[in-house]
């Protein structure tokens, strides 16, 4: 099942209630809330008063996406506001496993994200605790980046373990998804689809969210063609492992 994520990162938080329903009102179906300490990733954002806020006026999953260090310490904050999935990066956490049971015990969905330099196999020993595993397909900080084409491997191979295993997890993608990028995801086999700037930065965001739910729709109907010149670096985006600076 696809579904559509969009990032209130890119939403204007003057309007935020009302930025989400409209998100909502166009097809999605989860909405993506990115967390920033300042630390782990060069950028802060936001915490859980404002996960709170949300709540109140949504009742589709709330996806935390936590881009801070010390994770396990803000957990229980994130879980009493409302969240109802809670990742974690790979890369900020040396402690994974127990942080993983310890979002699961304050009741919530466990994720685990891994950065574009990391590999997948980094969370072979993870992936039967997870709910969903988020493929980060720009270098995690900002908003409105360049996609990074080597995400289509990892999504793949993700795929193609998870079937191999007999494993559950969902696959989740996030940066840079927008109309010229979705369909390459959805064919390497993700089927959450975090999306900020192109869902609220220009026009309409309730149409913008139809749209590109439409596009990643029309190419789950697709048969997996052309995915081997996409995973070369031909069909999409830039072509290639540009550096996504913001
Ligand atoms: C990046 C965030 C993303 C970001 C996506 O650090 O995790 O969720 O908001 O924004 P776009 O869709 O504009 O790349
Ligand atoms: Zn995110």
Redesign the pocket.
Known sequence: MIELAP????ADFARLGAEAQAAVEGGATVL?V?V?DGHF?P?ITIGPPVVASLRKVSKVPLDC?L?IERPDEFIPAFAEAGADWISVHQEACIHLDRILHLIAAHGCKPGV?INPATPVHALDEVLPLVHHV?V??????????T?IHSSLKKIELLSSIRESRRLGFRIEV?????HETVADVVRAGAEIL??????F?HGVPSENARQLLKSALDAAKQPVQGLSSALAGGAAGDGGNSLSLP
């Open positions: 990032s209130i990162l890119s993506h990115d920033m990733v950028n996406h881009m994200v988020l980060m397909s720009v270098n995690p900080g900002f908003g409105g980046q996609f996030d940066g840079g998804i927008h975090v999306s900020g700037s192109a869902i930065e």
